[in-house]
């Protein structure tokens, strides 16, 4: 049944009804502005159709940002096969599987190609398995000669990691699948930040040194061109200091309570941090970031009440009135 089928029928619930059941309107913020329904065959149908629809904008939320952030590696991919044709490195480290710029190529489109079906597929059995290839596509690239000091697929890794943990989940009758996947996401999220204020542990860092030989001598970005032309040298080295030392605090404390945090609220601060490293520090940054972007938005399609039904429209269990903020 398809949703256009499910709201006709509702209406025509609604229409020869002439009584109100007791049964209490939808708590779906999505549709009970536009429908109003109170009858328990339609609610059931319509909150149905809604969760259905939540479950796979969250999936393809993720397919879609996770493919703009590869699509981002395109031509430095290109480059990058043309020197190793022209000049190949041979480490021992590394089978010639893992060091040909053929696998890496093939593997790369294979990843790609199949994340684009992936979005499109209509069929959830096709879709949970269909989505295993981009897992094993990305692992590969994680591990390639060619392509495993890029942490654009790492990131993409862990959304394909959960877009396969979600696909076998979607299901009509779950409610609370999406906030699961909230959840799920914003974890992942933290672990990715976390470690990364770990890396920045040091005394290096925190004197903002590092961040100041990287960014504030001489990169050629928006911010940094701006400081160098406002203040002194000394002046740009003491905000470097304090700008590296926020960069540490911000990380570990976010990494540290983002999967706590309520699932609109870790939202924001997610979209908030991500946005701002690629604001700050390089626009190139969003072939690593669009994927955990995807996954922290996948927070703000959660709810505010969600609801399992059963047959007579009434929640089911203690948690059919837990309100998520």
Known sequence: MTCGQTIRDITATVATSGVDSGC??????????????????????????????????AYRLVQVGTLFALLLKLPFLIDAANAYVELPIYQDFFSPLFSSAAVVIGTYLLTCIAIGFNF??????????????????????????????????????????WSLWFAGRIDESDAYLIDRGARLSRTILS??????AAGKWTAEYWSGQVLYEIYFVDRDFWIYNWLRTSFSPDTVREIATWYSRQVVVVETVV?????????????????AVLASIAIFSNYYLLSVLLSLIALAAVGFLVPKRPQSLDLAGEPNGPEASRSEA
């Open 120 to 161: 499109s597929c209509k069929k959830d059995r096709l879709r949970s398995a269909s989505t295993s290839i981009p897992v094993i596509g990305l692992s590969i690239l994680c591990i390639h000669q060619g392509s495993y000091n890029d942490m654009t697929f790492t990131t993409a890794w862990w959304a394909m990691l």
């Open 255 to 271: 990494g540290l309570t983002l999967w706590a945090m309520p699932s609109r609220m870790a939202a924001a601060v997610g979209l």
């Open 191 to 196: 672990v990715i930040l976390l470690g990364g």
């Open 24 to 57: 209490r309107h939808t708590e779906d913020p999505v549709v009970s502005d536009a429908w109003p329904v109170t009858e328990p065959a339609g609610l059931i149908a319509l909150q149905l159709c809604s969760v259905r629809g939540r479950q796979l904008l």
